[in-house]
């Protein structure tokens, strides 16, 4: 099955009711996805002798019709376009420099049914040598505090012969892949971390953190776990890396 067929599957579960209805226009899911495919296609640079790095950065861009329409919607198919790009880009053999996300927003130049993409390369932020660096960006990554009690990662790194250092990430975004590869939201160096180590979902009012199968597994309090539902002083080990989650009082 090919990465649009499995877009297609996935799409099949949330175009139900209402979703269904917002896509009675022009718009078609599977054609923004395989626009998707394409402008990585087209975009793609060989930086390296087998590396051929492409953008991880989209804006669908979309009449001011359809926006009212997707609206509720935007997340989720966010969410799934940028699942599909990661998996384009394992099937292409492409690289990216950072976490990968597709947002949508509203032209007032298009006609319903009518979209055009835009794209960019973006590094994330990396926590290495005890250090965050989150290189300076014009991408809108979500206000703080846009989830209830801001919830937020505390970032403590061991370096050999130097004290531990904590940092501070906020958590902004419905989900955010934690782990070793480039494209992750927050990337951990450490050997002890796979590459799509972890996630963080919000889901409603609960923060839960999900292992995604890695080698040397997650622990919360010390205890491996699967899944989660995080609360305010959770402390999550992922490697030699430990996080603890924070969330004020509502």
């Given at each position: ?31 923004v996805a395989s626009a998707v495919q394409r402008e ?106 846009a989830f209830g009690g801001n919830p937020r990662l ?67 309090n010390g205890q491996p776990i699967r899944r989660v ?22």
């Amino acid at each position: 099955m090919g990465v649009i067929q499995r877009f297609e599957r996935r799409l099949e579960g949330m175009v139900e009711g209402a979703f269904a209805r917002a896509f009675k226009s022009e718009l078609q899911p599977v054609e923004v996805a395989s626009a998707v495919q394409r402008e990585m296609d087209d975009r793609a640079a060989i930086v390296a002798q087998g590396r051929t790095l492409v953008p991880n950065d989209f804006v669908v861009e979309i009449s001011e019709q359809d926006g009212q329409r997707l609206q509720v919607y935007a997340d989720s198919l966010s969410q799934e376009l940028a699942n599909l790009a990661r998996e384009y880009a394992k099937e292409q053999g492409y690289s990216f420099v950072g976490p990968v996300r597709v947002r949508f927003e509203n032209a007032g130049d298009l006609a319903t049914g009518m979209f055009r993409i835009r794209s960019g390369v973006i590094r994330g932020t990396t926590v290495e040598g005890g250090e965050i660096r989150q290189p300076p960006t014009d991408v809108p990554r979500g206000p703080a505090g846009a989830f209830g009690g801001n919830p937020r990662l505390l970032v403590t790194t061991a370096v050999e012969g130097t004290p531990a250092t904590q940092r501070t990430y906020e958590i902004n975004t419905p989900v955010t892949l934690l782990g070793r590869g480039t494209d992750c939201d927050l990337r951990l160096v450490d050997p002890g971390v796979s590459r799509h180590h972890a996630e963080i979902r919000v889901e409603g009012p609960e923060i839960v953190l999900v292992d995604l199968g890695s080698t040397n597994g997650s622990f919360v309090n010390g205890q491996p776990i699967r899944r989660v539902t995080l609360v305010d002083g959770s402390r999550v080990t992922m490697g030699r890396t430990t996080l603890v989650f924070r969330r004020d009082r509502e």
